[in-house]
């Protein structure tokens, strides 16, 4: 169709052939069924005439911009054949009498904008997106975003004042600003897939007036906590944290060991809870349980003290190294759902080698520094020349790095002879004995 031109489709006219009752594209074909921009477009203050618009067939059709802007359809289901032509907009604009939408395709921007009467979109999967202003100063009472949208464009929902609830689905991405201005829900929900929220997204009203009491749920990181604590909203975590706040240790050559661990309140006992299921509980008058009671300043208080904020109970125990542990809290006499996870490492624990570097790779026939860097579980380094002499290091006259769990041995190696040189590092571990780690060269010119 040409712009602004009616094609031949197949009309059915009402009686007085004032309206057409149905418009219906037959896309059984091959070639794709185009309208154009304004194609079937009324003028504003007379609604063109058109009610309801069918569909047959599988095959493609196209619509321009604008294409039944002002007309007077009154329920609309798009199918996933509908496309749109390059950078089309508008094309249901002000179709005053629009009561409900199922979409199955994909939606452009201004795509609903100003359908005043629009109670009821219904989004089937398949829309990915929703752009700007696509249902702008629309009257949708609910609405429910399926998991398929990846984003909401900037206005994308402003002005629907009737609205009273939104549910976001987990896979959405990003939400543009203002996208849910002048709307009346009170809370939000936001899944954790979101990244990315515009400036008055939501919880605001015309004037840029805040919703009294306007509470978001979210994931504590994420951009919906942001965007709470930026706009001043009530934020309400959905990701329960366990009252354990943490655990400290200094790692030793054994995995019985004290372990600190931090708790809010003052629970009845701790558990832990082993890779295995294996479970080691620990009780508040226990022999291997020492307890200090803290203030929200840090200050050390009685354990039966108003002020009390936190405990540090300090647990002389046996866990596994390098598993994943969990641990939480009995209050109440009901153990609490959340866990804090964690692990723990020995002095034994990681035995191998991580780097090992000379100071030169070529000179002179003189002494050159060696750094070897290894896991905190190997107790020995030994350097073998070509002549079968060798330096061995013990972990003692090692520097241990407590952050890392490494040991730092500094030594020196002397050349033999003019050309390539090689150096064979070894390293030893209390369980599996000497092994070979690597071999390094210097060039004496």
């Not at 452009?108 to 005043?116: E, G, I, Q, R, S």
């Not at 979210?218 to 906590?225: C, L, N, P, Q």
């Not at 001043?232 to 655990?247: A, H, K, N, Q, Y």
């Not at 769990?405 to 002879?417: D, G, I």
Request: proline share 3%.
């Amino acid at each position: 169709m040409e712009e602004r031109q009616y094609a031949e489709l197949y009309e059915e006219w009402s009686e007085d052939h004032y309206w057409i009752n149905k418009l219906t594209f037959d896309a059984r074909g091959v070639a794709p069924i185009t309208i154009n921009d304004y194609g079937f477009a009324g003028a504003n203050g007379a609604p063109g005439y058109i009610r309801t618009i069918d569909f047959i067939g599988s095959g493609d059709v196209v619509f321009g911009s604008q294409a039944f802007n002002f007309t007077g359809i009154e329920s609309l289901t798009l199918p996933a054949n509908v496309k749109f032509k390059d950078n089309a907009e508008g094309i249901f604009t002000s179709c005053l009498r629009l009561k409900t939408a199922d979409i199955y395709c994909d939606v452009v921007p201004k795509m609903f904008d100003d359908c005043n009467s629009l109670e009821t979109v219904n989004f089937k999967g398949n829309t990915t997106s929703i752009p700007y202003a696509a249902f702008r100063n629309c009257n949708i009472k609910r609405l429910d975003i399926p998991a398929s949208v990846k984003s909401i464009g900037e206005e994308a929902f402003f002005g629907s004042y009737q609205m009273a609830a939104v549910t976001l689905r987990s896979g959405l991405s990003s939400i543009g600003a203002k996208a849910f201005y002048d709307n009346n829900f009170k809370f939000v929900i936001i899944p954790a897939s979101v990244t990315s929220i515009g400036e008055k997204a939501f919880g605001y009203i015309s004037d840029s007036k805040t919703i009294d009491g306007f509470t978001v749920y979210g994931y504590r990181g994420t951009a919906a906590e942001t965007y709470a604590n930026e706009n001043g909203f009530t934020f309400i975590p959905l990701d329960s944290e366990s009252s354990v706040m943490g655990v400290t240790y200094t790692p030793s050559w054994s995995s019985v060991n004290d372990y600190s661990f931090s708790v809010d309140g003052r629970p009845l006992k701790l558990q832990v809870i082993e890779a295995t299921g294996a479970t080691r509980t620990f009780s508040r008058h226990a022999s291997n349980v020492a307890i200090k009671a803290y203030d929200e300043q840090g200050n050390e208080v009685h354990d039966t003290s108003a002020d009390l904020a936190y405990e540090v109970w300090t647990v002389k125990t046996r866990l596994t190294p390098n598993s994943s542990l969990k641990i939480h809290a009995k209050h109440d006499n009901v153990w609490e759902d959340q866990t804090y996870d964690f692990s723990i490492s020995t002095l034994y624990s990681d035995t191998t080698l991580k780097s090992a570097e000379l100071a030169e790779t070529s000179g002179k026939q003189s002494a050159v520094d060696c750094k070897i860097v290894t896991g905190s579980g190997v107790n020995k380094v030994r350097i073998e020349y070509e002549d079968g002499m060798t330096t061995t290091v013990n972990s003692s006259m090692a520097v241990l790095n407590e952050t890392n769990m490494t040991y730092t041995y500094n030594l020196s190696v002397k050349p033999r002879h003019i050309g390539e040189n090689s150096f064979k590092v070894y390293i030893k571990t209390p369980t599996d004995g000497w092994k070979y780690a690597t071999t390094l060269t210097y060039t004496v010119e």
